[in-house]
DNA sequence: AATGCGGGGAC
DNA sequence: GTCCCAGCATT
């Protein structure tokens, strides 16, 4: 944590430097021009995960409708969410006509003035908590939102992994130190948020018009592009897998997998993977002993499909059961053995196959 | 610690 | 198509 060391004059004057350049570049917004916890509150649950842009409209529209929380807290719910249609996130309007109701009734009217009172609140969370404390309270509490875990990583050259819980502990406690050297709470949050609305973007930051330029770690070292650092979520693979079932009499055959993949060491049936979804028997590649084996003895049964969801893979299944009459000779090709249903029973297998005994076989 | 929850805009 | 947006609740 090198900006503890050596930090020590960018962190005495961030503060001071955004809430000078946002006195000049502030965007002039509705909720700017009040301290109405009402509308505040308001203003933020609306504008979570969502752009100024996007949410404005509805701002103007829900105050016009709802000029105070006891007439949100008198309102129909599906009026409310009627005016909430088209910005998502649902549960934002039914937790908004939850705690007006809440506070005009419970609290006779008292807005929670406190961010740990603010806390309590359905639908509030740290960082609304922490907006309306200090925009409507003057509390000196940070807001740490995306902007400003973008703005920190990229000033103090932060490289932990955002989307981890050590690394929010490590954002919070920097913004905690940084907003003592605020002359104004509110303004100073305002100022961080609108810088990395419109200064310190996602894409392309305005780096070389910066008043943090000199000092900011990630333009210093050239690395303004690649902080924040956030974990991509892994994409969801799909793979297609093909089961034949062999039945013999009352026996089925199985087989352990052994590979480095999923479901190691669980038991599972004839398996043909391919790249590409399959719904015929005769469309998978197999080896010539098993496709000797299923023309010599087959009679395959119509084929029945599962999906089944992993944490990063989604696996299309279908099965072929293949009955293989009385008298047929049992020999198995290599890796599969026969088990009885009581030993199937028995055998670890995954949920997929579980599933498909069931339906299958009652 | 992961996941679900929406819709829109920028690229 | 991907990423991200003034996040929160639930499990």
């Known amino acids: ?42 203003s933020e649950i609306i504008l979570q995960q969502t752009r100024v842009a996007q949410g404005k409209p509805y701002y103007e529209r829900f105050l016009a409708a709802y000029p105070t929380i006891t007439d949100m807290a008198r309102a129909d719910e599906r009026e409310l969410l009627r005016l909430w249609q088209g910005l998502g996130y649902y549960s934002r309007a039914r937790n908004l006509h939850q705690t007006a109701r809440y506070i005009t009734d419970e609290l006779v009217g008292k807005f929670p003035d406190t961010f740990q009172n603010l806390l309590k609140m359905k639908g509030i969370g740290v960082y609304t908590a922490a907006a309306i404390a200090s925009f409507a309270f003057g509390e000196r509490v940070p807001v740490v939102d995306g902007n400003v875990y973008r ?43 609108e810088f990395g609305a419109i200064q310190c973007t996602p894409v392309a930051p305005d780096c070389l018009l910066c008043p943090l330029q000199q000092e900011c770690v990630a333009f210093q070292t050239g690395r303004q592009h690649l902080l924040p650092v956030k974990a991509k979520k892994a994409p969801v693979r799909e793979r297609y897998f093909h089961y034949l079932i062999f039945q013999h009499g009352s026996k089925l055959a199985m087989r352990e997998r052994t590979d480095r993949d999923i479901w190691q060491n669980l038991h599972e049936f004839y398996l043909v993977e391919t790249d590409e979804p399959k719904k015929q028997l005769r469309e998978l590649p197999l080896p010539d002993s098993i496709q000797e084996f299923v023309q010599r003895h087959g009679q395959a049964t119509p084929p029945t499909e599962a999906v089944q969801l992993l944490s990063h893979q989604r696996i299309r299944a279908v099965f072929f059961r293949i009955e293989l009459p009385d008298d047929a000779n049992g020999r198995l090709p290599m890796g599969l053995a026969w088990y009885t249903m009581a030993e199937v029973e028995q055998l670890p297998k995954p949920l997929l196959v579980t599933n498909y005994l069931e339906k299958t076989f009652g």
């Open 1 to 42: 944590m090198n900006w503890q060391s050596d930090g020590n004059v960018i962190e005495t004057n961030f503060a001071p430097t955004l809430e000078r350049w946002y006195e000049r570049h502030k965007r002039d917004l509705p909720w700017r021009h009040t301290r109405d916890p009402y509308s505040i509150w308001l």
């Open 151 to 193: 703005v920190l990583a990229r000033v103090f050259g932060v490289s932990e992994d955002i989307t981890t819980t050590a690394a929010k502990k490590t954002f919070s406690w920097l913004a905690m130190r940084l907003i003592q050297r605020a002359d104004d709470p509110a303004t100073y949050n305002q100022a961080i948020m």
